[in-house]
């Protein structure tokens, strides 16, 4: 049983898991001009959390659920080598979550970032829980749901977790890039906290859902935008 | 007027305790914080049956020498050890374009890591994208002695983790003040080396060296201080021979037996 504390631990702007070099396209939103003070940013979080925020929470969850799985196939299978259990259906499971994601993440900037970002939450992960070594380049919310597992935290919690720092990560860029008034960017993450808790409750009872019917809710100014983003000779963020 | 000897080294005393502890001849004279115990975790690196790089982090204030520094080791050190780098500018990749449009490294040995506005951040903080960077050198060139990790310009209170290097180097330079010493801060405190760099300038904007090198002293105890004009030494001899003193005694570097002359 796990305390609400290890989701903070998780949820932590502050985890070394290199979420503070990423603005979640807002760099190329604030460039392009169409975010400029907080209620473009108001915008631009609610759309963020609608889409990419809906898909991170489903497969994180997703993730969550499957990776527990394997854990606790592992744990058998160090009890009593005879354990019964096929656990290659759930590890196959997180590889297709991660070809699910390429499938819905058309920018290969966008991609390359989930990646990046999945790749040093699976470093903290090792560091701080017991992540399994192998599991090294997955997508961000697969990399989530792995390390939520580890950390024994159930799906919805994965969820909540990645819904929330979709909007977290963007919010806390906008204070650095605009100089925004920090009370109103986060009076703006504390409005969006009901809604990431719905769209995290809705992921959990849909973790088991093939993945083709799981969210494939889509951004195209965030695509677009991220791959203009990759191509200036000078940005502050990395995507 | 110049200091000299060039490196203050307080007492210069080099006491480790009973443990063994050999040091090349012509070594840098340094000290240790903790005397009889190796403070640093065991080397492991990504390529399997390797010992992972020696890596030295080089911090300081915008505008006073870090990239010029880095550059002029890279000159020093480029042929005899197998070397990399990592830069942490804040506008992503400026710095790496100055190493390699000074053609000091090739351009696969040199990566450039985005901060998000935070340069200490990314030292300090949260150093995943600088790990990334350091071993994907190693992964895609094999081997390496050295990995030098450039900060982005930032404040004098900005230091490296000592997760991401084993020993680091704060650059203040005498364009910003010879009171920089006085004021202190944890890159001035407590960096293995401090670097009072562009003192061809000293006379230019009347800063007092002695001054520097006296407040040096007294903030740092031990821990040693060079001055440095790279008009005058563009290999930065006393910084690079510091550096090769902290590589292990080896003999199958790049080319044969290392050539720890300066």
């Known amino acids: ?239 | 007027m110049r200091p000299d000897p060039q490196v203050q080294n307080g007492t210069g005393s080099h006491d480790h305790g009973t443990g063994p502890h050999e040091h090349a001849v012509d070594e840098v004279p340094h000290t240790h914080p903790d005397p009889g115990v190796d403070p640093h975790a065991p080397l492991t690196s990504p390529v399997p049956g390797t010992t992972r790089p020696v890596r030295v982090g080089i911090g300081g204030p915008v505008g006073s020498g870090k990239t010029a520094l880095v550059a002029a080791l890279c000159r020093a050190l480029g042929d005899e050890l197998r070397l990399a780098v990592v830069t942490n500018d804040i506008y992503t990749t400026e710095d790496a374009d100055f190493l390699l449009r000074n053609g000091v490294l090739p351009a696969d040995r040199i990566r450039a890591v985005e901060t998000g506005c935070c340069p200490h951040t990314a030292i300090r903080d949260d150093i995943s994208a600088n790990l990334d960077a350091v071993e994907d050198l190693e992964v895609s060139l094999g081997p390496l002695d050295l990995v030098l990790v450039e900060s982005g310009g930032d404040n004098l209170t900005a230091t490296f983790s000592r997760g991401l290097v084993d020993h680091q180097i704060f650059v203040v330079d005498v364009a910003g003040g010879d009171k920089v010493p006085r004021k202190g801060g944890p890159g001035v405190t407590s960096a293995d080396l401090l670097v009072i760099n562009k003192t061809d300038l000293a006379p230019l904007v009347g800063a007092d060296l002695s001054v520097m090198a006296r407040d040096s002293a007294a903030r740092r105890g031990d821990l040693p201080t060079v001055f440095l004009s790279l008009v005058d030494d563009p290999v930065a001899g006393m910084v690079a021979d510091w550096v090769r003193g902290l590589l292990p005694a080896r003999t199958d570097r790049r080319g044969g037996p290392a050539k720890l002359v300066p």
């Open chain 1, 1 to 239: 049983m796990t305390g609400l504390a290890t989701l903070l631990v998780l949820a932590d702007g502050r985890l070394p898991a290199g979420g503070h070099a990423h603005s979640g396209g807002l760099e190329a939103a604030v460039s392009s001009g169409r975010l400029r003070d907080l209620a473009g940013l108001s915008g631009f979080l609610r759309g963020r959390l609608a889409t990419t925020g809906r898909i991170t929470a489903a497969f994180a969850a997703a993730a969550c659920v499957a990776a527990r799985t394997v854990r606790a196939a592992d744990a058998d299978a160090d009890a009593d080598a005879d354990a019964g259990h096929d656990d290659a259906l759930d590890r196959h499971r997180l590889d297709a979550l991660d070809e699910g994601l390429d499938a819905r993440t058309p920018s290969p900037a966008l991609r390359r970032a989930s990646r990046v970002q999945g790749r040093a939450l699976l470093r903290a992960g090792r560091a701080i829980w017991s992540v399994d070594p192998a599991q090294r380049d997955r997508h961000h919310p697969v990399a989530l749901g792995i390390v939520a597992a580890a950390a024994g935290l159930p799906p919805a919690e994965a969820a909540v977790a990645g819904a929330y720092g979709t909007v977290s990560g963007p919010a806390s860029a906008a204070v650095r890039l605009l100089g925004l008034d920090p009370y109103g960017v986060h009076s703006l993450l504390a409005e969006l906290a009901g809604e990431c808790d719905r769209l995290a409750a809705l992921a959990a009872a849909r973790a088991g859902d093939p993945i083709d019917l799981l969210p494939a809710d889509s951004a195209p100014l965030l695509e677009i935008g991220a791959e203009v983003h990759a191509n200036w000779e000078v940005r502050l963020f990395a995507s």
